[in-house]
C-alpha cells in the first residue's frame, strides 16, 4: 500500500493518471533508428530528479560512457581490443548532451579497455564544472589491485584523468560479485582500508557522494544496506540493473541474480537513490522478437520499442538517473526525446510490460549477454559478446531451428551461417573455446560462458552439415 500510495502521489505531480497515459508536450521518440535522427529533440524540457542529500537536479538521462564511438566502429570493437577512441565525436556528443539538459556522465577505470576516464574527462573539461556531475568507480578487479596503496592510486589516478578536484558519485564496482563474494568483497574494500579511505574523502569533499553497484550475490547486497540500518555508513546512492524483463525474471534468467523488484524496493523504504543501468539490458529490449515490439507498436504508436524500456524505469519515483550508453547521436537523440520530459508509463502499462510482455519474451530462452565486454579479451581470441549477440539475434528473428525437416530450416540456416561468418570471424568463433572459464568470474550476469559457447558450436556444426541439430542443454 505504501508503494502504491507513493506512485500515484508520484504520477499526481507529473500530472497523470495511474490509469492513463500522457502524450509527451513537446516532442514523442521516433519508433525506429532510421527515422529517429530526423527529429530534433527539444531544448530545455529535460526531466530532472532531485538528489535528497545536495538538493541538486540530476538529469534522468544519464550518459553512460561505456561503449564510446571509435575510429574505426566496424573493426575496433570486435577484431581489435586497442581501437582509438573517436575524441572528436565524444566532444560532439558531450556538448549534444549537454545543450539538452543532460549533466550525469558515468564512467570507470575499466571502460573502453581503460580509456573512457580520459576521454570523459577531455570532453567534458571543455564546460564549466558547475554544468556537469561525474560518477566513476574504483574498478579493482583484479587482485593486484586490492592493497591500500593500489586503491589509493587508482581513485587518484580517477581525478587526473577526469581533470577534476572531486568526483560526484563514486561507486564500489560491481559488489557481490565473483565466487565467495562476500570475502572478495571484503578483500577489495574492508580489509585493506579503502571503504575506510573512501568515506574520510567524501568528509573532505573530494567525493561528494558515495555508494556501490550490484551485481551477483544478494547477500552482500543485504549486508550493505544492513550497514546502513546499523548507522555503520551512509550510502548516497546505489546502481543497480532495473528492467521489464528482469523486474520479475532476473532469478529465472539466472538463479544467482536478484529480480529488480527486491532490489528497488529495498532501497526505496530506506529512501536510498536508485541509479539504473542495463534499462535495455544490452539493446535487447531495443530489438525484441517481431510479434512483441508489434505489440507494443500497436499499444503506442507514438513511442519506439526502446523507449517503452526507457520510460518504464524512469517511472519508478526513488530512480535519480537512467544510464544509456549512447555510442552514436541517433541514440542520444532518441533517449533525449524520451525524457524531454518524461511522459510516465501508466500502471496499466507498467504491468503489460512486466507480466504479459516479459512473460512472452521469456519464451525465446535467449542468453542473458548485455555485451559490456567485461568477459573480454579472452585469452584465445574468442569474440565472445559478438557471438552471443548473433545467436540471440537469429533466435528472436526465428533463425534458429533445429529440424531439417521444418519448411525454414534451409532459409534459417542460410541466415544463420552467412550472419555469423560476417559478425565473427572464424578464428574468433565459439568453436575455439577451450573450456579455461577466465572469462566466467567477470561476467556481471554470471553466464556460464563456456558451457553456451560449447552448445552455440555444436549448433553450428550440426546445421553446417545439414543435420538435425542436438536439443540445447540444460543452463
Not at 143 to 160: C, D, I, R, Y
Not at 173 to 194: C, K, L, P, Q
Not at 336 to 344: G, M, R
Request: glycine residues 6%.
Amino acid at each position: 500500500m505504501k508503494k502504491d500510495i507513493s506512485r500515484r502521489n508520484f504520477l499526481k505531480a507529473l500530472g497523470l493518471g495511474t490509469a492513463t497515459i500522457a502524450a509527451p508536450a513537446i516532442v514523442s521518440c521516433a519508433r525506429d533508428d532510421k527515422t529517429a535522427t530526423e527529429q530534433e529533440p527539444p531544448v530545455g524540457k529535460m526531466t530532472y530528479r532531485t538528489s535528497p542529500k545536495t538538493g541538486e537536479k540530476v538529469s534522468l538521462l544519464g550518459y553512460g560512457m561505456m561503449r564510446l564511438p571509435t575510429i574505426d566502429n566496424n573493426r575496433s570493437a570486435r577484431e581489435e581490443n586497442d581501437a582509438e577512441i573517436d575524441q572528436e565525436l565524444v566532444n560532439r556528443q558531450v556538448d549534444y548532451a549537454i545543450e539538452h539538459g543532460v549533466n550525469y556522465f558515468d564512467t570507470s577505470p575499466a571502460y573502453c579497455r581503460g580509456r573512457s576516464e580520459h576521454a570523459t574527462g577531455v570532453a567534458l573539461a571543455r564546460h564549466k564544472r558547475e554544468e556537469f556531475f561525474i560518477a566513476t568507480k574504483l574498478s579493482n578487479f583484479n587482485p593486484e589491485t586490492w592493497s591500500h596503496e593500489a586503491g589509493v592510486e587508482m581513485f587518484q589516478n580517477s581525478l587526473k584523468e577526469l581533470q577534476v578536484d572531486y568526483v560526484d558519485y563514486l561507486l564500489l564496482h560491481a559488489i557481490g560479485g565473483g565466487e565467495d563474494a562476500m570475502a572478495e568483497y571484503r578483500a577489495r574494500y574492508v580489509d585493506n582500508g579503502i571503504l575506510d579511505y573512501l568515506v574520510e574523502q567524501r568528509e573532505k569533499g573530494t567525493i561528494r557522494n558515495l555508494g556501490f553497484s550490484y551485481h551477483g550475490d544478494i547477500a552482500v547486497f543485504d549486508y550493505l544496506l544492513q550497514m546502513q540500518d546499523e548507522g555503520k555508513i551512509k550510502w548516497d546512492f546505489v546502481q543497480i540493473e532495473l528492467n521489464w524483463l528482469d523486474w520479475h525474471y532476473a532469478d529465472e534468467i539466472n538463479d544467482r541474480n536478484t529480480d529488480a523488484e527486491y532490489l528497488y524496493d529495498e532501497l526505496d523504504k530506506r529512501e536510498i537513490p536508485a541509479v539504473i543501468m542495463e534499462p535495455l539490458l544490452g539493446g535487447r529490449l531495443a530489438k525484441l522478437p517481431d510479434p512483441i515490439a508489434e505489440k507494443l507498436l500497436a499499444r503506442d504508436p507514438e513511442h519506439s520499442v526502446a523507449s517503452w524500456a526507457f520510460r518504464y524505469a524512469g517511472s519508478y519515483p526513488r530512480v535519480l538517473t537512467v544510464l544509456s550508453g549512447m555510442t552514436f547521436m541517433h541514440h542520444l537523440k532518441e533517449n533525449l526525446c524520451t525524457y524531454s520530459p518524461l511522459a510516465a508509463l501508466s500502471d496499466d502499462d507498467m504491468r503489460f510490460l512486466d507480466e504479459t510482455m516479459a512473460d512472452e519474451l521469456m519464451k525465446y530462452n535467449t542468453i542473458p549477454c548485455n555485451d559490456c565486454k567485461y568477459c573480454m579479451p579472452c585469452p584465445y581470441g574468442i569474440d565472445i559478446p559478438a557471438i552471443f549477440v548473433h545467436y540471440n539475434k537469429c533466435l528472436t528473428e526465428g533463425n534458429v531451428i533445429r529440424e531439417v525437416q521444418s519448411s525454414e530450416y534451409g532459409k534459417a540456416r542460410r541466415a544463420f551461417l552467412i550472419g555469423y561468418d560476417r559478425s565473427v570471424p572464424k578464428l574468433r568463433q565459439a568453436d575455439h573455446c577451450i573450456g579455461c572459464g577466465q572469462c566466467v568470474h567477470h561476467c556481471p550476469q554470471r553466464i556460464r560462458i563456456p558451457h553456451e559457447l560449447h552448445r552455440i558450436a555444436a549448433y553450428v556444426e550440426a546445421i553446417k552439415q545439414g543435420k538435425d541439430a542436438p536439443e540445447a542443454p540444460e543452463r
